[in-house]
């Protein structure tokens, strides 16, 4: 699922929350929540602000 949420990311091409990314890819936001907290602890994404994330990478 990490792939399905990256790709959402950066398909909007801005900053999203994960309820965002959850409603994107069709997938409950708890569970998008979890996936991108795990993504940020291994520099996949970032948080330009409060709440909100991007890849790393972009």
Do not use: Q, T
Not at 11 to 32: D, H
Not at 44 to 52: A, G, I, N
């Amino acid at each position: 699922m990490e792939k399905k949420v990256l790709a959402a990311m950066k398909k909007a091409g801005k900053p999203v929350r994960p309820g965002e990314v959850a409603n994107m890819i069709g997938e409950e936001s708890k569970a998008v929540s979890k996936i991108i907290s795990s993504m940020k602890k291994k520099g996949r994404v970032v948080s330009p602000k409060r709440c909100y994330y991007i890849p790393s990478d972009v």
